[in-house]
């Protein structure tokens, strides 16, 4: 079983899969939201602002995330496969949402999430939000240095979205910090537990 603790500052990475350029090197954006934004919605609290943004969005709650937790862990059980844990927290989200407010926090949610989910499906991967700024991903199968993979590729999607928070502690955009828990099934509880810590 292997834990870990990863941040903006701490790990790079030189390979070029996650980088986003057109055919003439320019950069290009990593986050469509045009198609998103919606300047008639009226958002007037932080529940509704981020209830709003994960309805946009369709990726999974609490309640989808523990069921579909509870089927790989059967699956990965039987077929003797690795089951991680990734738990992905946006740092110093209450100091933006406190600053910025609550549209601008649904706003970043929705570009944080965006980000997350491209990534999730070009990995195949299942993506929830457990709760507030927390997103939670599973993976079955594979190996330690696949799931290293996904996690330095959705903390770098992130980052390259390059959304200003100049009231984080470690970098005047937004960042993600990722703990990750895998092991082959034997306790789903202490796996969450383990991801949660890390």
């Known amino acids: ?8 500052r701490q790990i790079s990475c030189e390979s070029s899969d996650f980088k986003s350029a057109n ?3 320019e950069s290009k954006a990593i986050v469509d939201i045009a198609k998103y934004q919606q300047t008639e919605a009226k958002v007037s609290s932080e529940t509704s602002a981020f209830g709003l943004v994960m309805s946009q969005m369709n990726i999974a709650d609490r309640h989808e995330f523990d069921t579909h937790y509870a089927q790989l862990w059967e699956e990965a059980s039987e077929e003797k496969q690795l089951l991680s844990v990734l738990i992905c927290e946006i740092d110093f ?43 939670a991903i599973l993976i079955k199968g594979g190996d330690l240095t696949k799931t290293r ?11 390259k979205s390059q959304t200003e928070h100049k ?31 890390a």
């Open 93 to 135: 989200f209450e100091a933006y949402n406190e600053n910025y407010g609550h549209q601008a926090a649904a706003f970043m949610l929705l570009v944080v999430g965006l980000a997350l989910k491209n990534i999730c499906e070009e990995f195949d991967c299942f993506l929830a939000r457990c709760k507030g700024d927390k997103f």
């Open 23 to 25: 055919q003439d090197g």
């Open 149 to 159: 993979e996904v996690a330095e590729a959705l903390r770098q999607t992130v980052e």
């Open 1 to 8: 079983m292997e834990q870990y603790n990863q941040t903006g």
């Open 167 to 197: 009231y984080s502690s470690v970098s005047d955009i937004v960042t993600l910090s990722i703990g990750v828990s895998s092991t082959y099934p034997t306790s789903m509880n202490m796996l969450m537990k383990e991801a949660d810590t």
